[in-house]
């Protein structure tokens, strides 16, 4: 039978690599001679293969110092290879006031190296210690100036991180988002940042990167500053942990700590002080910027009213234009996108009221609610949207279930987790969702000590098509 | 320093070891992680990941391969696995085919696009993009070490992990798939392509 040239171009990416047998080879050669389409679809083919190889810009050194101190940060046991301790210095400027008010003051400083002084476990209410001898000086902005500058309307913008942050920058910083809704993070290379950082539930600690430590925020009002040669940090209100190379402080209410250093070994710690009477009036500026903070345990996020009296608010179901179905799952989408998780959540809310919304269209929307819910803390509502798409047996089912069945298991609904990955299984168990499902269903079954039902489940996971899922297989057999 | 004495250095705990480790290959593995993800914000912190993975199971590593064949293992597991996120993560964002070129929207409306020879070329690079996003992970990584980076099918099965069968398999599967994203480009608009064969 004649090959058709569908059948030869399905062989002309080996052809060009010189695959197939002489006589195949011959073949193809004499249909290529007759026809001009297979030539220019081969000259296609070479020409994508040339254009998807070149090469990609290399890393400039900048990123690659940036990428090796976020390697080094996660390393276990690692000590810079100069630095043999750290001291810590502190210098109370008042005897506190009542409460967290920021009556008092102080700097600490880590100073290295210092071989003889071990640091004691962070404590930033110790006693004062001696103060560094060190005579290098730095200029750097004073902590009134840095908060006027960020008070000033002109002078800075405000910044969108995640739900519950509320922070602004000057407009000279270089910062970038590079964590998620659910575990905020922002790397702060220059200039200087103000925030307000209320936690939800669910919602891990803040963290901003700087230069010369890492600060973890649980939920407070601090501001940071970095310059070329050090970086500093200032809490009003809440406390702060400050990481620097295995090391950590914590930085309370009124407490401020700089830390400098040169990339180069051997840095030197520099001190700077701030004018006692200056600190109480930059605290309070602070605070004053977000006067409904308040220092509270973390819990669920309130929802936010959506019937407001017909007098002074829109009514939650819209008067305005219609907007198409799929243009409003959209809309709800970019607004998720961007942690503006309220408005993500009324728009998708309003579509599912939409009427004869499309089958694919209402299991998008509340599959999207369910990642919303989830952003929320509310993951019991979040568990509802998709139990009703994993049970309609549509195209979107499978998805449903996978994140029904971790989302239970992390809720310790280990009946449903079980149901709802078993479901994925069995619709199709030979792609990599149903490999990704097994392997939770196989800890899920080892956590609840299954004994029997574990090995099959991890033994069938031995034929994955991923390496790591079938590491994963062998190391849990092994160790039964 | 070769990579083996470096290693050795790292398991005596010399400072610095690691990080020369990593200055020396952080290039190689930046752009193959470049090659075979594509286009991707994330890719800073894949790099990161792998090194962090060199470190935590450089115990695992007997001097039984090469350093970089070792290494070029991480690369591709991470790879994969970032891959397999972003696949679902795209369903999640509920891209859907025709909103994710310029280039194929463009065809989708009216057919026929008349551009000048920058935007041309900017749609040739996203038809490419197009085609290997929707390639699956065995099959977008299989090709790409294979056409791209030129590893032979059994290097490949080392890397990857697998039988030479199967990348043979995930090969043709792969290839099949790029030719019918060609085939429906060239239909569609194969101008640009042929004035770039017109300067040969």
Redesign the interface.
Known sequence: MKKTCSAY??D???YRLGEGTPLERERMKAHLEGCADCR??L???E???R???E??P??AIE??D???K???S??PG????LLDSIQRLFQPRWQPAIGMAAACLAYLVLVNPAPQNETPAPDAASPAMAQSTDSTEQTVKPLKVVVAELTQPESHEALEVAPGVNARTTKRAKVRK?GTAHAPRVELTKGDLLAEYTRQAKQEPMVVQTPHFEAVIRGTIFVISVEAESSSLTVAEGKVEARHKGMSVMVNAGQSLRISGSKSPGAEASQSEQPAAEAEDVIDAMKRLFPEHEAKPIKPALEQPTAAPKSTKKAALPTEPLVAPNER?TNA?NAW?NGKLDEAKDEVTRLLRHPDLQPKLQD?AR??RA?ILRARGELAEAMVDLEVVAAVGREASR?AAFELGRLAREEGRLVTAKRALKQVIEANDTD??SE?ARFELCQLLTEEGSGDESVACWEALQDA????L?DKAQRALDSK | MRSDELIERIRKGTPGAFEALYRAHVDQVYRQLSRLVGEDGDIDDLVQTVFIKVHRHLDGWRGDSQFSTWLHRIVVNVAMTHLKKRSRRRWWSFDSAEDHTEASAAVATSGVVHLDGAIDAKRWLEVIQKSLADLNPNQRVAWTLYELEGLSLDEISQVADCSVNTVGSRLREARTKMNRSLEAYRKRDGSYLESQEAKG
């Open positions: 171009r399905d002309l990416p080996g220019a679809h000259a296609a083919y020409m994508l293969v254009d998807a190889r090469e990609p290399a890393l990123d690659k940036r990428i090796w976020k390697i080094e996660e390393l690692t000590q810079p290879s590079t799952l989408r996108l998008d599959l999207l990642s998805l990599v969702l990704e098509s991923d390496p790591s079938r």
